[in-house]
T-cell receptor
Framework: QKEVEQDPGPLSVPEGAIVSLNCTYS??????FMWYRQYSRKGPELLMY????GNKEDGRFTAQVDKSSKYISLFIRDSQPSDSATYLC??????????????FGKGTKLSVKP | DAGVIQSPRHEVTEMGQEVTLRCKPI?????LFWYRQTMMRGLELLIY????????DSGMPEDRFSAKMPNASFSTLKIQPSEPRDSAVYFC???????????FGDGTRLSIL
């Protein structure tokens, strides 16, 4: 089983829709989680950073962590065409020589249609 | 403040040639990471440095790959000799410390013919 799994999509939604992006992980010891957004031909940029279970909200974005299910979600309200990008989840490793490293999922490609 | 700067943005070269990718991290960041991104494998960590010292190079695919960080403001990733399967986008990222959010450059798109 891969450490971090995401549905690659593509996910296509109309403008204004609520988007749900999901990620599962296998290591129950992960405690910190990040979401990155990557536009075409650009580097990933940090979107959200959460420490623990529960919700964290930032504008139209909400990150949700359910450690009991090892499930991470990112919700986008009132989606805009400018949200069209690939979204990568990244738990922070906390073991061995890779402690502190990000373990990236392959990302979900989102397209928001005007 | 300038972000992570990578050069070149694009590189096309023939198989067997030496390729050198360059990275300038954000000033004050103590950790530097090199990643490779492909459609098949996603974003893979190749190597990371902490305070200019290589900490984990287990992601470096083989001896043809090497990375250096001679000072806090500069790092290189070298491939010698290059092969077509090395074609990918290579990203450099830096962070204040391991485990902290990483800031990425815009990558080097490498094509080996």
């Amino acid at each position: 089983q891969k450490e971090v799994e995401q549905d690659p999509g593509p996910l296509s939604v109309p403008e204004g829709a609520i988007v749900s992006l999901n990620c599962t992980y296998s290591n129950s010891a992960f405690q910190y989680f990040m979401w990155y957004r990557q536009y075409s031909r650009k580097g990933p940029e940090l979107l959200m950073y959460t420490y623990s279970s529960g919700n964290k909200e930032d504008g139209r974005f909400t990150a949700q962590v359910d450690k009991s299910s090892k499930y991470i979600s990112l919700f986008i309200r009132d989606s805009q065409p400018s949200d069209s990008a690939t979204y990568l989840c990244a738990p922070v490793s906390n073991y061995g020589g890779s402690q502190g490293n990000l373990i990236f999922g392959k990302g979900t490609k989102l397209s928001v249609k005007p | 403040d300038a972000g992570v700067i990578q050069s070149p943005r694009h590189e096309v070269t023939e198989m067997g040639q030496e390729v050198t990718l360059r990275c300038k991290p954000i000033s004050g960041h103590n950790s530097l990471f090199w990643y490779r991104q492909t459609m098949m494998r996603g974003l893979e960590l190749l190597i990371y440095f902490n305070n200019n010292v290589p900490i984990d190079d287990s992601g470096m695919p083989e001896d043809r790959f090497s990375a250096k960080m001679p000072n806090a403001s500069f790092s290189t990733l070298k491939i010698q000799p290059s092969e077509p399967r090395d074609s990918a986008v290579y990203f450099c990222a830096s962070s204040f410390a391991a485990g902290q959010p990483q800031h990425f450059g815009d990558g080097t798109r490498l094509s080996i013919l």
